[in-house]
DNA sequence: TATGAATGAGGGTTCATTCAT
DNA sequence: TATGAATGAACCCTCATTCAT
């Protein structure tokens, strides 16, 4: 071994070593904030719960409020993939079938970050101004999707005439309410989730009337 | 006049001015938080908006929450009133109208009460656990009235087999956030409110099938 | 008395309290700001020693650098009184006579805010931006009194050829070095203030040459 | 080769870099402290510009304070070895024109290094009380060769009677304030300063009168 | 009742220094 | 020797609440 590669060892373990550490209190964080939420989270809270100085806390994260960005980038990245890419073109599946898929992977997701999704839902709003325009554009860009699909279904025959921006706002909001529902319980079952998926479906697709 | 009647002169003058300095105090805080947010709203903003004196303030509320809990109070009875006390008698009315007026007369009282129901909505959640516990109370009491009155309707036939619970939600879900998305644009007008309310009822009734 | 003297009285004796106070916090962080400099002084040291709580200092002055810039204006508008306002016209008393009176002056109001004037000369230099534009002003204010003084009395042939410029600089040295010595010793009697009077004026006059 | 040597050899190469280093590092700091002052001069502003990690800075000095003093200490050894060494004695040059010398030198001495200098003019003064006594020493031991030199030319009849002490303070303030306000504006250049060196000897010797 | 000056418990952030590798 | 991640003591400032007048 030449000293370059021990050198390179050294290195790469250490940046290793600083990756999972920012990873450490990046969770630690997401589990603090959804115990306590945003406001009455402190610091200390935080380095206390990841066992770290004050001063490293800094060392990975500029601000409180910067890693509470970057929990809640982090989660709408990860929501945004489970609805981008759907097909819509003629040799696509059918809508009913893609929203059903859609839902499911949704609630997977949130179900996946129980605790970054409650803050999200349960802080994000109205804690600042930038917080406001990523959700304003992660849901604009869910809403432009849903009346996108519906749209194409209109087109196809396979969706009525209906106000698809109204609707597609109620779609959402229905999803989005059933979501806060369960996550405000305990963790979901896959029974339940399936049978709260089909539920959903079968109520947007035909309404309540017999 | 003996002294006494002037006494309870003074005393009823200086009671209704209590009172409307209370009244006062608090659709001024209702103005601020709504503007600021409550985080962002501090006691000095209020006391300068209503153009008292800090001591006064304490006078008349006990805290920075207890004038937030006193609104929030106002506004769940002020909506509870729109949708709690519908028949579901066998001489009511069928849940179709049912629903169409609560959902028109939800949409009033919210319109009428948009600065409160815009920081209820954003920042009531999360707040402590008494808001949520008066929230969750809420929006508990709002599922029951659906729900059952999704029951009643299977019961006569005019609406067909469903999770009633997972439908309450929906329900909910999609009108909570159609209400969300219009407060935070402007003002809507009664024929946006009159067209959004019977395309959600048409969308809720029937659903998105031809 | 009517209701509204007994308030006014109240108010007036309120303000009198609070502008009282104000002076009272500056002249203690006058106090503590020469004897432990700026960069070590603490706010801390400062509501200790003036027996307040750390949210008073806040009402009465913005910041740390805030008192510390009030202290200075104050110490430069003093000073600059003691300079400005000497007559240059053809009627003035000669430039010899002026020099001196202004020379004795600045010794008095330096010897009456020693502390404050130590300050200024110690910590004021390079400390932001803003104190050193004060200073940058205050200075070349005098510089230009001191020249133009010299250029009337070259006009009126009382003060021989010379560099103007670099002979109001050294003027102004001469003084302040003076000055600063002074300061960090004791307080200087009146007999050694006028002692140091005349010889600074005897060296400025005539120079070291026999 | 023998063994012994190849190691003297390693050894000599290493000690010469670690004196390269050290130097390097120093004069990094004189920039850097120059810039920005003292307090505002981070230890990561100085290894940043150095090109060296952390904890090496602390390998070579002591602390903050520590560099600060090394180039203190330098400056005022540099600057005192164009002051001292003049000779007094019968055989010795008349004083006026050991002064001019005197202060030709210091010019050059100042304009070598403006960094520290304008440091040691700016941050130094109540930075610590070490600091404050080298200063004073510095001062002092300048004030003595002064007022020595002027005794020394009252003896020979070259300098009229004066206050040699008080005179000597003036000499050393015109001179240290001329070189503060150039430090302040760009380069002086050679034409300058002999101007400048000459105007202040010329004040300096004959006065302002006539 | 009304006032507004006073309070003081924190909170977030900085940065000189240390130390394991 | 060189590194740079880790440390934690300090510091300035905020602001909800109190209380003497």
Redesign the interface.
């Known amino acids: 071994m030449t000293q370059e590669l021990t050198i390179d060892g050294r290195t790469r373990r250490a940046k290793a070593q600083r990756i999972s550490r920012r990873a450490h209190i990046l969770s630690t964080a997401e589990r603090v904030f959804a115990a306590k939420?945003?406001?009455q989270t402190r610091i200390s809270d935080i380095i206390r719960a990841a066992g770290i100085a004050r001063g490293t806390f800094y060392i990975y994260f500029e601000s409180k409020n910067g890693i509470f960005h970057e929990l809640l980038d982090q989660l709408l990245v990860e929501l945004r993939a489970t609805v981008v890419g759907v097909e819509t073109g003629p040799a696509a599946p059918p809508v009913?079938e893609q929203l059903l898929e859609t839902v499911t992977r949704i609630v997977r997701a949130v179900e996946d970050h129980r605790a970054l999704t409650r803050i999200i839902?349960?802080?994000a709003?109205?804690l600042d101004a930038e917080v406001d325009r990523k959700l304003?554009e992660f849901y604009g860009s869910l809403q432009l999707f849903v009346s996108g699909s519906?749209e194409n279904?209109k087109r196809l025959?396979?969706?009525?005439d209906?106000?698809t921006d109204?609707?597609a706002?109620?779609?959402?909001?229905?999803?989005?309410?059933?979501l806060?529902?369960n996550l405000?319980l305990g963790p979901t079952s896959d029974t339940d989730a399936e049978?709260?998926g089909r539920?959903?479906l079968?109520?947007?697709?035909?309404?309540?009337?017999?």
Do not use: F, T
């Open positions: 939420g945003y406001h009913a839902l349960r802080e709003v109205g304003r519906l279904g025959g396979i969706v009525r209906l106000d109204v609707v706002s109620c779609i959402l909001g229905s999803v989005k309410y059933l806060e529902q405000m049978r709260i539920a959903v079968d109520y947007n697709l035909r309404g309540v009337l017999p």
